[in-house]
């Protein structure tokens, strides 16, 4: 697709949409926020897992081959999955936000449930922000 | 990440920074080893309230934490490292803003005797813009 002079490329802008929409995560009036970013040993299990729970609400997602970006409300707080491809396979990082730490564990403890063995996190690399 | 997207977790340490960074004139930093009693110590304190937290991806955790009676904000953070014996250790940066130098020194005492131990430096400025 040749990109307009006049607008953003489409793909970028559908990228950027989920993220604001993850960051202006609707805070109580407190202006109570918890957020916890984590990478899983099994990232696509966490996303099967979100995927087919049926009070997992998908808020929005967009897809570029195998790149993935999904948007998901669940039990009160927003969970942002992010799988894009590098040279070494897939980096999938989760995003969570929530007004209460206890909504956060809970949804912690949910995603964990995906993962075939204990806990482990994977250490990949640190995201590249430029 | 396109170079206009806000990364999420840099928008939320900004905007933690930021919300600290415009809460008052009167500050307090230090640094020091064994943030996390220090980080149980401010959530079970009554006059304590955990406003704000973040984990990021190398699973350094910020807690922003307000003393109500004083309207003091306190940004704990804690980074793991690795220590001079090779030995993986947390290490802690306090740091205390209020609009008031009352309000500032209620808000330390909370903090236990623990805010006396290392590396402390003291930076009070009043509104005139008093420089450091």
């Not at chain 2, 415009?22 to 406003?51: D, N, S, Y």
Request: one cysteine or more; aromatic letters at 8%; charged letters at 20%.
């Amino acid at each position: 697709m040749k990109q307009s002079r006049l607008s953003k490329n489409p793909r970028l802008v559908a990228r950027e949409r989920l993220i604001e929409k993850f960051n202006h995560f609707p805070e109580d009036p407190r202006g109570h926020r918890h957020t916890h970013f984590t990478r899983f040993a099994d990232g696509e299990a966490v996303h099967l897992q979100l995927a087919t729970t049926e009070t997992a609400s998908l808020l929005g997602w967009h897809q570029e081959g195998q790149n993935l970006i999904a948007l998901y409300e669940y039990g009160g707080a927003y969970v942002l999955f992010d799988r894009l491809i590098v040279r070494d396979g897939f980096d999938t990082v989760i995003s969570i936000a929530s007004t209460s730490p206890v909504v956060l564990s809970r949804v912690m403890t949910f995603l964990h449930a995906s993962q075939e063995h204990e806990p482990e996190y994977a250490t990949l690399f640190e995201v590249d922000d430029e | 990440m396109s170079s206009n997207s806000p990364n999420p977790v840099l928008y939320a340490a900004e905007r933690m920074h930021r919300l600290v960074n415009q809460h008052g004139q009167f500050t307090f930093a230090k640094r020091g080893h064994g943030p996390v009693g220090l980080r149980l110590h401010l959530q079970q304190h009554r006059e304590v309230t955990l406003l704000q937290s973040s984990t990021n991806l190398q699973h350094h955790t910020s807690s922003l934490f307000r003393h109500d009676s004083s309207d003091s904000l306190m940004l704990l953070t804690e980074m793991s490292c690795e220590c001079t014996d090779g030995q993986a250790c947390v290490r802690g940066e306090l740091f205390v803003v209020s609009r008031s130098h009352d309000g500032l020194n209620s808000a330390i005492v909370i903090c236990g005797p623990d805010v006396s131990s290392v590396e402390i430096y003291l930076n009070a400025e009043n509104d005139s813009g008093a420089e450091h």
